[in-house]
């Protein structure tokens, strides 16, 4: 009974990718291209998400900076932390929705481009930290789950939005990683050439 279950999702997560593959096509270069002109801008990237979206966006920064597949310059990126140390100024103070956006505006500039990651759109956190964003004239690139919410409205028409065509959080998370992927790879093939794929 488990392996059949286990087996199920194998199943349900290669549907979806494929599935994805046509739709998330061109966004995903859309989302490539604006990388490559930030960081070949000498701009840079930040990165977020909540919860365990926030530990994709700190692989994909990790992936920029040390390399995907090939050896290549660094790229400039860095993981904003949703750690609570950033809340704010005040002794015991908890979190605040506001700790992303404090660092955005503290490392953002002008050229720069804010990565994030959500399933859920209506998180407030995220949404705070692409206002920020704008604030600082950062364009944005945000993987989200099929219903962007909150987030597709704060989105402007110069941003890229990769919505996966699902719900489910596992499998959203699933291609997010593929995305972030293939992100890396495009970024890779642009600046370095044509690699056969194994």
Same mark, same amino acid.
């Given at each position: 009974?488990?392996?059949?279950?286990?087996?199920?999702?194998?199943?349900?997560?290669?549907?979806l990718?494929?599935?994805?593959?046509?739709?998330?096509?061109?966004?995903?270069?859309?989302?490539?291209?604006?990388?490559?002109?930030?960081?070949?801008?000498?701009?840079?990237?930040?990165?977020?998400?909540?919860?365990?979206?926030?530990?994709?966006?700190?692989?994909?920064?990790?992936?920029?900076? /040390?390399?995907? !597949? &090939?050896?290549?310059?660094?790229? +400039?990126?860095? @993981?904003?932390? =949703?750690? *609570?140390?950033?809340?704010?100024g005040?002794?015991?103070?908890?979190?605040?929705?506001?700790?992303?956006?404090?660092?955005?505006?503290?490392?953002?500039?002008?050229?720069?481009?804010?990565?994030?990651?959500?399933?859920?759109g209506d998180?407030?956190a995220?949404?705070?930290?692409?206002? /920020?964003?704008? !604030? &600082?004239d950062?364009?944005?690139? +945000?993987?989200? @789950?099929?219903? =962007?919410? *909150?987030?597709?409205?704060?989105?402007?028409?110069?941003?890229?939005?990769?919505?996966?065509?699902?719900?489910?959080?596992?499998?959203v998370?699933?291609?997010?990683?593929?995305?972030?992927?293939?992100?890396?790879?495009?970024?890779?093939?642009?600046?370095?050439?044509?690699?056969?794929?194994?």
């Open positions: 009974m488990l392996e059949q279950r286990i087996q199920q999702h194998f199943i349900d997560s290669a549907d990718k494929y599935q994805a593959a046509q739709a998330l096509g061109a966004p995903i270069n859309a989302a490539v291209q604006a990388l490559l002109a930030c960081v070949t801008n000498e701009s840079k990237v930040l990165a977020c998400g909540s919860g365990l979206s926030s530990a994709q966006a700190l692989q994909f920064a990790m992936m920029c900076v /040390a390399g995907f !597949e &090939r050896e290549r310059p660094e790229l +400039a990126a860095i @993981a904003l932390s =949703a750690d *609570a140390g950033w809340a704010g005040s002794a015991g103070q908890a979190f605040e929705v506001g700790a992303l956006a404090r660092q955005i505006r503290a490392l953002g500039a002008a050229g720069d481009i804010l990565l994030v990651l959500c399933v859920n998180e407030p995220l949404l705070e930290a692409v206002l /920020a964003a704008h !604030e &600082r950062m364009s944005v690139i +945000a993987l989200c @789950a099929r219903d =962007a919410g *909150a987030m597709g409205g704060v989105m402007r028409e110069t941003d890229v939005q990769v919505c996966v065509p699902h719900e489910r959080a596992a499998r998370r699933e291609v997010h990683t593929l995305i972030l992927h293939c992100i890396c790879d495009g970024m890779d093939t642009q600046l370095l050439g044509e690699q056969e794929m194994l």
